[in-house]
């Protein structure tokens, strides 16, 4: 092949040589009972390639996180897509130590639900969603990592994808890509599989067995666009640390018989192993073959970014702004309005606690939907009222913000209870609607599933015994904690899922009840 280093095509000779002269110094046996391990043929070459990618300043890759994104205040969020069981996001999870959120996107109904279990059962703040990556949309500005590992190759709609990913990051995030870019379908090149024979012909037959490589073509769409997938990322990213391996390796590895054959549990087979990743690696380097796996981290390209293609409203509008003009929205009888605002420490905590893309829930409308709406969020505003709606829309429009918020008009205990209008994932939700009984239990019963681990419920005016009831309920549970009080608006967090199944003697907000004498014929 043009363009082929000489010196090392030499090198490459001088290891097949090398298979030869050890096949002749040694006899198979055996495995060691003192050096068998777990670690079978293809988890001992991505040892190999850990060891190299543990030179980098991305390993390991919880300390990144941590030196890059964690802090005081700062929780670093993490979107996992195609992530099957769930199972390197919650090792991830266990070791952070800044406040995280990972979201884990997969297709695998079963595999994510065993996840949600685990997570729930350990406390880690990880969220599952099942969604289809050829259609999925990405909160614009929320992650500052997005794992993509084993899934951009069977991406049918790869342009779509990588379009929601350079939009999806913070300013700083990164993407880490896991994936084969070999040959579409097929995966192995021609020249990579007469190499790989090749080698296999040189290595003596009582290791091999007389073994070959063959390459068939799997069923269905998977790895259809696998040979583009690095272009296409060039497209939309830029490379910030990109190591391509394996010319070959992935077919000793993960075929059942060949793997058997590099038993790292042999030692005299181990050996064999140790000499083909050295001639896979040598046919690598040196051109021989084109390598069939990329480890990488990309950044967006600066036109691609989703800071400079959706410029943040809070960029555009400050929140004092909306304090300074005070809007009045709410109905005060014959076509008129007045304010009924919380206060402005209140708008600027809201509006603070947001970053552009994250999606936020509130009963009842104000300035309070404005601030959120200021900050960018995917706001979803509840109210009885479509004049408040009206004017609420009229003013945004008037800041260059029009269509900012989308408003359910009807009462919330109507509303909420409608298959898939609360948006899943929320980051906050703030609980200022209808102040009678029972609607702030209501409001908060329909929409606290909805809200993540770690996200934001804020509750107004909690000094009307019907919306206090609920407070004083949420105080007394371990998964609710106050993060900021402001007079009578109260914002807690939420710390863990409450199990579905606890029961009324578990709850604290009944523990004084638990000693009761009950009435004659009531029931337990």
């Known amino acids: 092949m043009s363009g082929r280093d000489p010196n090392g095509i030499d090198a490459f000779h001088s290891l097949v040589q090398r298979c030869r002269g050890l096949a002749a110094r040694t006899e198979p046996r055996g495995p060691d009972p003192q050096e068998a391990g777990s670690e079978d043929c293809w988890g001992y070459y991505w040892r190999h390639v850990a060891e190299t990618i543990g030179r980098t300043p991305y390993a390991p890759f919880a300390d990144f996180l941590e030196r890059k994104y964690g802090g005081p205040g700062r929780a670093i969020e993490i979107l996992s897509l195609g992530s099957g069981s769930c199972e390197r996001e919650l090792r991830l999870a266990r070791t952070q130590r800044s406040p995280y959120f990972i979201r884990c996107v997969s297709s695998e109904g079963s595999a994510l639900a065993e996840a949600t279990r685990g997570a729930q059962a350990e406390g880690l703040n990880v969220e599952v969603v099942i969604a289809d990556l050829n259609s999925v949309e990405i909160e614009p500005g929320r992650f500052h990592v997005i794992l993509a590992e084993a899934v951009l190759s069977k991406v049918i709609e790869l342009e779509h994808l990588l379009e929601q990913i350079a939009a999806g990051l913070v300013e700083g995030g990164c993407l ?296 004083d309920y949420l105080l007394g549970e371990e998964e609710w904690a106050v993060e900021r009080e402001f007079g009578s608006t109260v914002f807690l967090r939420k710390l863990a899922e409450a199990p579905r199944g606890k029961d009324w003697l578990a709850q604290r907000y009944n523990s004084a009840e638990r000693g009761a004498t009950r009435a004659p014929g009531s029931s337990p």
């Open 176 to 471: 880490q890509v896991v994936d084969v870019v070999g040959k579409s379908r097929e995966l192995l090149w021609e020249e990579n599989e007469q190499l790989v024979n090749s080698v296999l012909a040189g290595l003596p037959v009582e290791i091999t067995g007389g073994r070959r490589v063959e390459v068939g073509v799997p069923e269905g769409e998977s790895g259809l666009r696998q040979e583009e997938t690095l272009t296409l990322i060039d497209r939309y990213f830029q490379r910030e640390l990109v190591h391509r391996h394996g010319a070959f390796m992935r077919f000793l590895g993960t075929d059942a018989e060949l793997a058997v054959c590099f038993d790292p549990r042999n030692p005299v087979r181990r050996r064999f192993l140790d000499l083909v990743i050295a001639i896979d690696d040598a046919a690598v380097e040196h051109g021989i073959a084109r390598p069939l796996e990329l480890w990488g981290v990309f950044t967006p390209r600066p036109e691609r970014g989703g800071a400079v293609r959706r410029r943040a409203p809070s960029q555009i509008v400050s929140v004092d702004r909306l304090i300074a003009d005070n809007p009045a929205f709410h109905d005060a009888g014959a076509g008129t309005s007045e304010n009924w605002s919380t206060s402005p420490d209140v708008l600027r905590f809201l509006h603070g606690s947001l970053r552009p893309g994250m999606r936020t829930l509130e009963t009842g409308a104000g300035q309070s939907t404005v601030a959120m709406a200021l900050a960018g969020a995917r706001h979803t505003c509840v109210t009885p009222s479509r004049r408040e709606a009206e004017r609420i829309e009229a003013y945004l429009a008037s800041l260059g913000l029009g269509g900012a918020v989308t408003f359910l008009v009807g009462s919330s205990d109507v509303v909420l209870p409608r298959s898939g209008v609360i948006p899943a994932g929320l980051d906050l939700v703030f609980i200022d609607g209808a102040h009678r009984f029972p609607f702030p239990i209501l409001d908060w019963h329909f929409a606290e599933s909805r809200l993540r681990v770690g996200g934001l419920l804020g509750i107004d005016d909690c000094w009307i015994p019907s919306v206090r009831c609920l407070l």
